[in-house]
């Protein structure tokens, strides 16, 4: 919690925080983005999503999960962090809250995807110690450009 700012609590996401994040995803992303955060992954993967809060208020979240399908996997959808509490090492928190969590469920391999435009991500991953792969156009459809990030977990 190096530099983590005073006040701030972590605690695994319920499915009733949904409502919650999706109310301020778009304020926080500066963009309309609640459309890329369904419900149903807080309905069945919010025992692995992770809510970070200061006096009660909503200071950041990551959703993820251990990938069903690949047993050595697990996969971070999306995260953000309050534009009043950036800057103090909360996503980090959060991200190494999570690898905590995959490396205990014995994963050795942490993946993530963005737009390939999404300089902030990218750079962001990157200082996290993933690995970017080259931009798969296609990805998510026909116009769809994005990066896959890679960790090994140690």
């Given at each position: 919690?190096?530099?983590?700012?005073?006040?701030?609590?972590?605690?695994?996401?319920?499915?009733?925080d949904?409502?919650?994040?999706?109310?301020?995803?778009?304020?926080?992303?500066?963009?309309?983005?609640?459309?890329?955060?369904?419900?149903?992954?807080?309905?069945?993967?919010?025992?692995?999503?992770?809510?970070?809060?200061?006096?009660?208020?909503?200071?950041?979240?990551?959703?993820?999960?251990?990938?069903?399908?690949?047993?050595d996997?697990?996969?971070?959808?999306?995260?953000?962090?309050?534009?009043r509490?950036?800057?103090?090492?909360?996503?980090?928190?959060?991200?190494?809250?999570?690898?905590?969590?995959?490396?205990?469920?014995?994963?050795?391999?942490?993946?993530?995807?963005?737009?390939?435009?999404?300089?902030?991500?990218?750079?962001?991953h990157?200082?996290?110690?993933?690995?970017?792969?080259?931009?798969?156009?296609?990805?998510?459809?026909?116009?769809?450009?994005?990066?896959?990030?890679?960790r090994?977990?140690?």
């Amino acid at each position: 919690m190096n530099g983590m700012e005073p006040g701030i609590s972590l605690r695994a996401a319920t499915a009733a925080d949904y409502d919650r994040i999706v109310a301020v995803v778009d304020d926080w992303w500066g963009r309309p983005v609640r459309h890329t955060l369904p419900r149903l992954f807080l309905d069945h993967f919010h025992d692995t999503s992770l809510v970070a809060e200061r006096d009660g208020e909503l200071a950041g979240f990551l959703v993820g999960f251990m990938s069903p399908s690949n047993p050595d996997d697990a996969y971070i959808h999306f995260a953000g962090v309050s534009p009043r509490a950036r800057g103090n090492g909360l996503a980090r928190l959060l991200y190494e809250t999570f690898f905590d969590r995959a490396r205990t469920e014995g994963r050795r391999v942490v993946r993530a995807v963005t737009a390939a435009h999404n300089s902030v991500s990218i750079a962001f991953h990157t200082a996290m110690g993933f690995t970017v792969a080259d931009p798969i156009p296609g990805y998510d459809g026909p116009s769809d450009v994005k990066v896959v990030f890679r960790r090994e977990l140690t």
